[in-house]
C-alpha cells in the first residue's frame, strides 16, 4: 500500500486543538492539505481556528505570505464535531495530551472508524511509539510525527518508526513533512527520539555542576554563551520551558532507558520543581523575572593584576604558546623558566582533570596554582578553576592578568572536566551513542540538533570542532577520576578518535 502525499486532494486529520495540533494544522494547511481538525472541547477548535487566521494574517502583514495564499489555506481547514469525521482522511495526526492511556483510546477509537489503510501518526514527544501502537490491531500503519513548538518557527519533524511500523508509512510522512515546510529527520524509536536525548546533555549536566557546587547558575549560562556559543544557557533554557516540564521528561527518558547513567536527573531539578521554582511562568526559577524580564546578577568587576610573575604548564605546547600571547599582549609578566618561580602564579591545562590532579601529576604547589579550559576559544570568555587551597592572592592575580585585556573571565571551583569540558563531552558523547544504535544517520543527528534545539553546532560536528581525540580524552579522564559510568566514551566516538576519523564517519 502507498499513498503519495504529494497528491492534490489530500485530506489529514488532526485530533488536538492546543498549541501543538493548531500548529500541525496550519502547516499542513499552507502545504496545500485539507485538514480536519477534532477536539473533545469544540470550543477548543474554533479558537484554534481563529489563532490560525490571526497568524496567517500578521504572516500577510509582513509580507510573508500573499493574502490570496492566505485565504487559499484557511478555507481548506474543517472542524468534525466527532472522531467520525475524520473517516475520509488519508492520514491522521494525534496531538492529544502526553498520556499513553489516553492515546491508546483515541487510537482504538480511530482503527473502529476509519479504513485499514488510513495511516495514523502520533505528535508524541516522550511516549514510546511502539508502545501506543502495540494496542493497536495494525500497528505496521502506526508511526510518530515528532513536530517542535512553536510548530510555524520550528523547521524539524522528527519521523519515528516503531518496532513493527511498515516502512511505507514513514516515507509517507517524510514526504508529507517536506509538503508541509519541515525538514524531516528519520529516527527509529528509542527514549526521547533524537532531540530529546541529546538536549539531556545540556540540561542534566549543568544541573549536576551547579548542585556540586563548582559553579553558581548565572556563571555556567555565560560561560556556554560567551565560551561555548550557545545562544541560551542551560539553566536560562530550562526557566523558559519551566522546569516541571523538563524534569518530568528527564525522569521518563531515564526509566525508559533502564536507568542509563547518561541520562541520570539531578536531585536540583526534582528539588526546586517540588518548590514551585519552576521558570519564568512562575516569576522564579534558577532566576528572578521581572515585567516578564530575566533578573540577572552584574558581574562582579574583574580583579588588578598586581603583576606577579605567571607561569604556565608546558603539557600543551600548542596552548601554551597561545596563552602566552594572550598574556604577553596584557603586558603580564611571563615566567619563561623550566620549572615555576617561587612566587609565580601557576597555570596548568587539563583536559577532563580537575586541577588539584593537574597539578600534584606535574609536582607543582597547589596553593598557588589555578586550571585555564583551552577547549574552546578564549576570545570571548575564560574560566579559570582553583584548587581547594590555592591562595585567593594566586587566583585574582591570575583572573586579573586573563582579564586584563578586557575578555571576561569565570572563576570556578575544582571540577573533573570545567564546565565547557563536561557539557559539551556528554552532548558529543550521546550524539555519538545514537549513531551507535543505528537509530538515525549521522547526518540527520547533527541536522535535528541544530534545528531543534539551535546549538552552534549538531553533536557529532561538534566533536570535530573540538577534536574526537580531546573529547575522548576528557570523558576518558572524567571516568577515570569520578567513578562515574554516565562518562564512560562510546565505542562510536573511541574508535573514530583512534581512527583520527570524523565522528559523521559512517560503518562501512
Known amino acids: 500500500m502507498t499513498i503519495d502525499a504529494t497528491q492534490d486532494g489530500l485530506i489529514i486529520g488532526v485530533i488536538g486543538a492546543g498549541a501543538m495540533g493548531r ?15 477534532f477536539d473533545t472541547r469544540a470550543e477548543s477548535s474554533k479558537e484554534a481556528v481563529e489563532f490560525i487566521e490571526g497568524m496567517l494574517g500578521r504572516a500577510v502583514e509582513k509580507n510573508r505570505m500573499t493574502a490570496e495564499d492566505a485565504k487559499a489555506s484557511m478555507g481548506r481547514i474543517q472542524i468534525a ?26 487510537f482504538a477509537e480511530l482503527e473502529s472508524i ?22 493497536c490491531e495494525r500497528p505496521e500503519r502506526v508511526a510518530g510525527f515528532h513536530f517542535f513548538n512553536p510548530v510555524p518557527l520550528m523547521k524539524l519533524v522528527e519521523v519515528i518508526d516503531g518496532v513493527r511500523t511498515e516502512p511505507w508509512v514513514a516515507d509517507f510522512l517524510f514526504e508529507l513533512g517536506k509538503r508541509m515546510g519541515r525538514e524531516p529527520v528519520r529516527v527509529a524509536d528509542a527514549p526521547g527520539f533524537l532531540v530529546n536525548q541529546v538536549g539531556r546533555g545540556y540540561t542534566i549536566e549543568a544541573s549536576h555542576l551547579c548542585s556540586e557546587g563548582v559553579a553558581a547558575f548565572v556563571d555556567v549560562d555565560r560561560i556556554m554563551r560567551d565560551a561555548a556559543g550557545f545562544r541560551m544557557g542551560p539553566l536560562e533554557l530550562m526557566d523558559l520551558t519551566a522546569i516541571d516540564v523538563t524534569h518530568p521528561a528527564t525522569e521518563l527518558i531515564y526509566e525508559q532507558f533502564f536507568h542509563e547513567p547518561r541520562f541520570r536527573p539531578s536531585t536540583l531539578m526534582k528539588t526546586r520543581m517540588e518548590a514551585g521554582l519552576l521558570g519564568r511562568k512562575t516569576k522564579q526559577g534558577f532566576y528572578t523575572y521581572e515585567g516578564g524580564k530575566q533578573q540577572t ?10 603583576g606577579r610573575p605567571i607561569w604556565v604548564s608546558g603539557t600543551r605546547a600548542d596552548a601554551q604558546a597561545q596563552i602566552a600571547n594572550i598574556l604577553q599582549n596584557a603586558g603580564a609578566n611571563i615566567d ?7 612566587d609565580s602564579v601557576i597555570v596548568v591545562l587539563p583536559l577532563g582533570k580537575d586541577a588539584t590532579t593537574a597539578c600534584l601529576e606535574e609536582g607543582l604547589d597547589p596553593a598557588r596554582t589555578v586550571a585555564l579550559d583551552t577547549l574552546i576559544g578564549l576570545d570571548k570568555r575564560r574560566t579559570v578553576m582553583k584548587t581547594p587551597v590555592t591562595d585567593p592572592a594566586f587566583a585574582d592575580a591570575a583572573a586579573g592578568a586573563f582579564a586584563a585585556d578586557g575578555t ?11 564546565v565547557t569540558q563536561r557539557i559539551l563531552g556528554m552532548i558529543v558523547n550521546i550524539g555519538c551513542s545514537i549513531a ?23 553533536p557529532l560536528a561538534f566533536g570535530d570542532f573540538l577534536g574526537a581525540d580531546r573529547v575522548l580524552e576528557i570523558l576518558t579522564s572524567i571516568h577515570q577520576m569520578t567513578g562515574d559510568p554516565r562518562y564512560r566514551p562510546t565505542p562510536w566516538l573511541r574508535r573514530r578518535a583512534h581512527l583520527g576519523v570524523s565522528l559523521l564517519t559512517p560503518e562501512s
Open 23 to 37: 500548529g500541525i494544522a496550519q502547516v499542513a494547511a499552507t502545504g496545500g492539505c485539507t485538514v480536519i481538525m
Open 436 to 458: 551507535q544504535s543505528g537509530a538515525a544517520t549521522s547526518a540527520d543527528i547533527d541536522k535535528a540538533v541544530t534545528l531543534g534545539l539551535g546549538y552552534p553546532h549538531g
Open 81 to 106: 464535531d466527532s472522531m467520525n469525521g475524520l473517516n475520509t482522511c488519508h492520514a491522521i495526526i494525534e496531538a492529544a495530551t502526553e498520556n499513553l492511556d489516553i492515546k491508546r483510546k483515541i
Open 336 to 342: 619563561s623558566g623550566e620549572q615555576p618561580g617561587d
Open 408 to 418: 571576561p573571565v569565570t572563576v570556578i571551583h575544582d571540577s573533573a572536566g570545567f
Open 297 to 306: 546578577p552584574e558581574e562582579a568587576a574583574p580583579t588588578s593584576y598586581d
Open 114 to 135: 476509519v479504513s485499514d489503510d488510513i495511516i495514523l501518526a502520533t505528535n508524541t514527544s516522550s511516549l514510546s511509539v511502539t508502545t501506543i501502537a502495540s494496542s
